[in-house]
């Protein structure tokens, strides 16, 4: 596989998830990579608003062609939203996996984040796994 996007201002697990702050919530996804290793997703399946997380706990699972596969939060918290359209359009985390948040989270810990990657330190593992 080629080289990953992972934009600035991101962070990521090396289960392929990202995770972007956004004030005291974050956006959650899968990325580049992962939706390319996949291939065509055709289901998600995401947890209920409410649902509490510690990081690293499995919240739902997204299904392609070739596979399913657990979602990982990269961070704890509290699921204050749901991404829903892509219940009904699982297609768009292939055409655009970083607006295609799955979930938002409230009441992340800062320290979690230490234990992310950095964009950079993401593209090198990626180029590991090739």
Known sequence: MAATNAPAGYKFSEKHEW??????TALIGITDYAQAALGDIVYVDLPKVGRKLKQFDSFGTIESVKAAEDLYSPVGGEVSEVNYSLGSSPAL?????FDSWMIRVKGIQA???????SPDEYREFVSKLD
């Open 19 to 24: 995770v972007k702050v956004e004030g005291d």
């Open 93 to 97: 985390v292939n055409e655009k996996p």
């Open 111 to 117: 320290g979690e984040l230490d234990k992310l990657m």
